[in-house]
């Protein structure tokens, strides 16, 4: 019977699929989504007409030529009001199983009506949304004509967050060097190797696994040894108000994560350097040497993917 499942495994995950036996998953080279929806959501995501003073967009906090994330500490919205938490990337952001720091909605549709709304962000409302969109000539065309949509006489707010939400969904950045390599497209050099070997046996994996490396699961932020808790950040605590969700985030992607510097909810690392000793220090407990926190960063590059597919068109 053993024997059996045996070759029935050998069978299903033959040696070039290497992922079937690995905890990280490949992203998919050609994510599904609506093409006519993203393109208007393309459009959107860089347009500062959906912000009050009509100064931001999306893109001015996720920079899409980059990261997808904010290189600043804390990202301004209109007027200059600043944030309370480091920007995310938006790439492969369909993969998290909630968005957020704290996982506070569960799609990206409703998270898309977020940053609209935050006085801190956009500062808009459903009303002027839709005012804004309707007046311009240029979202007439856009939304007109199109299959996707049974043009009614007006722009919905709705229409507009789904075509953002459906832009969001294109942000996926495949066929990094490691995801060849999973594939059994590529090796890893020795170094590389080690570094990913380093990275399971010190027990990084744990909390960053699965197609995102990351975005799965809540995690402490000083899981062995605490951090300091301040409770301007948005944590999974000022969702839950329960005592052991305090510092408690979403385990963020490590994907490109060698793009989208500085990393933590509170900006205290700015160097990859800086953020692996401390991962070591407050979530494994112990400190790590120079030489391993090289092969994990020589790893770590590794997660660089390609630029995603939309923004070549
Ligand atoms: C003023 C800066 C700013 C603007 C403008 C902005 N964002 Fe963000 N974005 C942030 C910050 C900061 C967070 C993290 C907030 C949190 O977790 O509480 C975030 C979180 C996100 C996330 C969640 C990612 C994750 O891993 O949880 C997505 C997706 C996102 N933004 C997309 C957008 C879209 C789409 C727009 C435009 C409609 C937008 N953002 C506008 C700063 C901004
Ligand atoms: C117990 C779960 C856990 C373990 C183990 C863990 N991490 Fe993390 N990791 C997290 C959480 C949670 C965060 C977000 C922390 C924050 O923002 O305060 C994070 C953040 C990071 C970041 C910054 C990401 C960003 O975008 O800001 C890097 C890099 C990182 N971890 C690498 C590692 C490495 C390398 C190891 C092993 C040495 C490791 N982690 C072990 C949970 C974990």
């Given at each position: 019977m053993i024997c059996l499942l045996f070759v029935c495994l050998t069978y299903l995950f033959p040696?070039?699929?290497?992922w079937a036996r690995e905890p990280i998953e490949p992203l998919p080279v050609q994510p599904e989504y609506d093409q006519q929806k993203a393109a208007i959501g393309k459009v959107l995501f860089s347009?500062?007409?959906?912000s009050q003073d009509r100064s931001?967009?999306?893109?001015s906090c996720h920079n899409i030529f980059s990261?997808?994330?904010?290189?600043?500490s804390v990202s301004l919205g209109v007027g200059g009001v600043a944030g309370d938490v480091q920007s995310p990337t938006?790439?492969?952001?369909?993969?998290?199983?909630?968005?957020f720091w704290n996982g506070r909605v569960d799609s990206l549709k409703e998270q898309a009506g977020e940053p609209v709304h935050n006085p801190a962000e956009m500062a808009m409302d459903k009303e002027k949304v839709e005012q804004r969109i309707n007046a311009s000539k240029k979202y007439q065309v856009l939304f007109s004509?199109?299959?996707c949509y049974q043009f009614s006489d007006s722009i919905t707010y709705d229409m507009v967050i789904e075509a953002i939400a459906e832009f969001e969904k294109a942000l996926v950045t495949p066929n990094s060097k490691f995801d060849r390599y999973l594939r059994g497209e590529e090796q890893l050099s020795q170094l590389e190797a080690s570094g990913y070997q380093l990275f399971k046996n010190l027990g990084c994996?744990?909390?960053?696994?699965?197609v995102n490396i990351g975005g799965n699961s809540f995690q402490k932020m000083g899981t062995i040894i605490p951090y300091a808790y301040k409770e301007v950040y948005p944590d999974r605590y000022s969702v839950?108000?329960?005592?052991?969700?305090?510092?408690?985030?979403?385990?963020?992607?490590?994907?490109n994560i060698a793009l989208?510097?500085?990393?933590?909810h509170d900006a205290s690392a700015k160097t990859l350097d800086d953020a692996i000793k401390a991962m070591s220090h407050h979530n494994l407990g112990y400190p790590i040497s120079d030489q391993q926190v090289k092969k994990i960063i020589i790893f770590l590059n590794t997660l660089t993917g390609d630029k995603p597919a939309i923004l070549e068109q």
């Open positions: 040696a070039g699929l290497l347009d500062p007409i959906l931001i967009s999306c893109a990261s997808g994330a904010d290189s600043r938006v790439f492969n952001s369909r993969y998290n199983f909630k968005q004509n199109k299959e994996v744990t909390c960053h696994n699965g839950t108000q329960k005592e052991y969700h305090k510092n408690v985030f979403k385990v963020p992607t490590l994907r989208s510097a500085p990393y933590f």
